[in-house]
T-cell receptor, first 115, second 115 residues
Framework: DAGVIQSPRHEVTEMGQEVTLRCKPISGHNSLFWYRQTMMRGLELLIYFNNNVPIDDSGMPEDRFSAKMPNASFSTLKIQPSEPRDSAVYFC?????????????FGDGTRLSIL | ELKVEQNPLFLSMQEGKNYTIYCNYSTTSDRLYWYRQDPGKSLESLFVLLSNGAVKQEGRLMASLDTKARLSTLHITAAVHDLSATYFCAVDIRNYGGATNKLIFGTGTLLAVQP
């Protein structure tokens, strides 16, 4: 049974470049979450979607960050332009929003380094 | 603003010993999750606690929830090296509509079990 799939696993790019992170949630899950993990700030929720609709983007740090979910099986997180302080591990997670709460299932993450 | 605090932040313990990790949160919630993260890896769901007094056990780990005290504990019994990892608690934010499925993660507890 496939879990949450993220790509790329690693990304190294120069400051100012556009970065696109991709996520495929678990089939049947109707909630999708983007997190950022750093040593200084821990695990932070950036944005989440229910049924492909963005519900809360209050964690998105700046206008340089944007996220989309064009269908139930795909989401992107874009940073444009990227800055060194964006370097972090970005996780995508999905869950089934149902009567009984379900845990979020995390992907393996994208380790992003901005030089 | 919801705060989720864990202590200790770092725990070094010997194999065979018992210890408890504490998770305190600052607002009303009746849904709490525990996750495990191995170095450089994703987060793995351990427990979902849904009500006051809930207790869940899996192997050498036991989690409990006291919603009145806004406290959850993760108890480790007779620790073994394989339990070495970072453990996170996460609290589901509630609003006027009930639980939101939006999680705020604690700071994490790095557990190192020494042989």
């Amino acid at each position: 049974d496939a879990g949450v799939i993220q790509s790329p696993r690693h990304e190294v790019t120069e400051m100012g470049q556009e970065v696109t992170l991709r996520c495929k949630p678990i089939s049947g899950h109707n909630s999708l979450f983007w997190y950022r993990q750093t040593m200084m700030r821990g695990l932070e929720l950036l944005i989440y979607f229910n049924n492909n609709v963005p519900i809360d983007d209050s964690g998105m740090p700046e206008d340089r960050f944007s996220a989309k979910m064009p269908n139930a099986s795909f989401s992107t997180l874009k940073i444009q332009p990227s800055e060194p302080r964006d370097s972090a591990v970005y996780f995508c997670a999905s869950s089934l929003r149902d009567i009984l709460p379900q845990p979020q299932h995390f992907g393996d993450g994208t380790r992003l380094s901005i030089l | 603003e919801l705060k989720v605090e864990q202590n200790p932040l770092f725990l070094s313990m010997q194999e065979g010993k018992n210890y408890t990790i504490y998770c305190n949160y600052s607002t009303t919630s009746d849904r709490l999750y525990w996750y495990r993260q191995d170095p450089g890896k994703s987060l793995e769901s351990l427990f979902v606690l849904l009500s006051n007094g809930a207790v869940k056990q899996e192997g050498r780990l036991m989690a409990s929830l006291d919603t009145k005290a806004r406290l959850s504990t993760l108890h480790i019994t007779a620790a073994v090296h394989d339990l070495s990892a970072t453990y996170f608690c996460a609290v589901d934010i509630r609003n006027y509509g009930g639980a939101t499925n939006k999680l705020i993660f604690g700071t994490g507890t790095l557990l190192a079990v020494q042989p």
